[in-house]
């Protein structure tokens, strides 16, 4: 092999007199280095050839000198045709792409999803960490069994208060409000807030008292979903956030007994027939 694909540590380097994890001597193709490592395996040496390759590290061992810096040759060159290959990136530039796969290896995610999920968490999160709010999420959910719909809590929830014996009056009605509620809501049920029962509510123009008995329904559903492990044990459910209404104060009039007595008197004889 000519030596100008060597560098001048490999040109002073002699079999023994390395240091213990330095490469034995370095190949260099372009601004490309492979370095091939020296070892004793069973009281032979052994030269290793370490590089990385399509995110991929390589490992191949040898035992001529000759026979390593070909292939260490060759790695280098693969190596540069992916630098032109990938807009000409340079050699810092390369290593850290190799890095970040590797960092991804085993996820089965491509490392544009990564770069593009990472970054809407970081627009989102704004100066909190994303590291910190990822373990706050984890804390708060420990033990919740996430995605679940609310038009599945729905179902369990009738089928359990079924079970329990309830009245056919109770069964209407929670089939009434929650059936309106789930077709509106086909969302985990974690995902639904207060505002937004608050305005459902709303939106339905019903009567103070029918709407706080939907109200009063709705969290029902929500505190069922708790006991279930739907939604965190340790926080208030989102239907306890909004407020019931209170029904319209009508006036109401006080008579006093002479009062009655006018309005009797006041009331026109009527005549039921019969005989003198």
Partial sequence: ?????????????????NKKGRPH?????QNTTVP????DVHGKVRYTVAFYLDGRRERRMFTDLDEAKREAKLAAQKIQQGLHATNDLRPAERESYLVAQRTLKGLDVPLTSAVEEYAKCRERLGDIPLL????????????????????????????AKEQDGISDRYRLQ???????????????????????????????QLAPT??????????????FAKQRNYLPKSEATESESVRKVKPSVTETEIFE?????????????????GSD
């Fill in 174 to 204: 929670l089939q009434s409000t929650l059936g309106l509620f789930k077709e509106d809501f086909p969302v985990p049920i974690m995902h639904v807030k207060s505002d937004q029962i608050d305005r459902w509510l709303r939106e339905s």
């Fill in 257 to 273: 007994a002479e009062d009655f007595e006018k309005l009797l008197l006041a009331i026109p004889r009527r005549d039921c027939g």
């Fill in 25 to 29: 001597c370095v190949v260099r193709h």
């Fill in 36 to 39: 091939i490592y020296a070892g």
């Fill in 1 to 17: 092999m000519s030596d100008r694909f060597l560098t001048n540590q490999e040109k002073r380097a002699t079999n023994g007199s």
């Fill in 132 to 159: 910190a709010a990822v373990e706050e999420f984890l804390h708060r959910t420990n033990g919740v069994t996430l995605g679940t719909t609310v038009p599945q809590v729905v179902e369990e929830l009738i089928a």
């Fill in 210 to 223: 029918t709407r706080n008995n939907r109200l009063t329904v709705l969290r029902v559903l929500f505190n």
